[in-house]
């Protein structure tokens, strides 16, 4: 899959340049599977022939970047707190959600909002959900766009910098941010799994306590 994915990309780049760059990454800010670790490390090879320049795909893929991640920003926003309020109340049980705990992640997103979009800018798989709580919680525009440039900037800066230095072997680059993404995901199911693990350990607490009181 990923071969078909690579050769579509080579051809994209090398019919639109600069536009096709911005596209591409715009893409995969919305749909994560099209992968930037092809995309950023082969436009910075492209640069490193001298059929673009190194500053100019680093440019593009920055602007692509915030264009993903502003539709996705909407979509938090039109979905908005009273629907996701809604969605918890009624099916929260499933999967041991409380308004309560969309009240902490709130809080803890205003508080963090910066630091959290410019680090999730920097991690696979975050990258796109980042920019989501930006728009349930309104995180001011303006703020927005500039938070996720500079952390877009950072990753894309690195993976284009990368290919270019590495040339011909550029597809290294490839190797390496899926390790990175690989411990991302068990990180994520490590927290999930902790998480149930321990609201199913304060429910038996609770039921214990119940049970004693009425003895």
Known sequence: MFSGIEDRVVDIIERFGYAGIALLIALETVFPPLPSEIILPLGGFTASRGDLTLWGVMLAATLGS???????YGVGRWFGQERLYWLVDRYGRYVMLKQSDIDK?????ERYSGKAVIIGRLVPVVRS???????????????????????????????????????DNWEEVEEYVGYFQYAVILAA????????????????????ERSAGRR
Not at 66 to 72: R, T, Y
Not at 105 to 109: C, E, G, I, L, Q
Not at 129 to 154: C, D, H, N, Q
């Open 66 to 72: 915030v264009v993903g991640a502003l539709i996705l």
């Open 105 to 109: 992640a709130n809080s803890w997103f």
């Open 129 to 167: 959900l980042v920019s989501i709580p930006a728009g349930l919680t309104k995180m001011p525009l303006p703020i927005f766009i500039v938070y996720t440039a500079l952390g877009s900037a950072a990753w894309n800066g690195i993976l284009v910098g990368s290919g270019y230095l590495l040339g």
């Open 189 to 208: 199911i490590a927290l999930v799994g902790w998480f149930v693990w321990s609201r199913m350990r304060g429910r038996k607490t609770q039921a214990a």
